[in-house]
């Protein structure tokens, strides 16, 4: 039997501190993540820093799971439930990479449900007046 976890989710503090133009914020961003032992090895130190440092969110730029649809979509699932915990934790924003391509971005799309996640495969966000462009070049 399954078990269900439970998790505290974050949002932004949408307080007139959180808008103001002049406060700071940090955010995680990286790429090329997969399940095996070195993708292990980064949720571990994911899971350490989020621990210690107050981060805002989370933007995974492509190529996640190494790949989403490698044995029929199972090492998708295997990555998202090993990523479960942090994802969970913190927005979670993607854009895909060349490595989500299979099936016209088939596992991608059904898997992430992004801004403007169609054909331009690419997405923007402002966050205390600041622009945030994510794309797949």
């Known amino acids: 039997m399954k078990q269900n976890n439970l998790f505290n989710g974050r ?3 949408t307080s007139q501190t959180f808008r103001d133009v002049n406060n700071s914020f940090t955010l995680i961003v990286f790429g090329d993540w ?5 993708g292990q090895y980064t949720k571990h130190l994911l899971g350490e820093e989020t621990l210690t440092r107050d981060y805002l969110g989370i933007l995974h730029m492509g190529d996640i799971a190494y790949d989403l649809d490698d044995e029929d979509g199972k090492i ?3 990555y998202l439930n090993m990523i479960q915990p942090i994802a969970a934790t913190y927005p979670y924003m993607t854009v895909p990479g060349n490595h989500e391509k299979a099936d016209n971005f088939t596992q991608y799309i059904n898997r992430f449900n992004m801004p403007n996640n169609g054909v331009n495969q690419g ?3 402002e966050i205390m007046k600041k622009l945030i462009t994510l794309l797949n070049i």
């Open 34 to 38: 997969g399940t095996g032992p070195i």
């Open 123 to 125: 997405t923007s966000l």
């Open 11 to 13: 949002t932004p503090d």
């Open 76 to 78: 998708g699932d295997d």
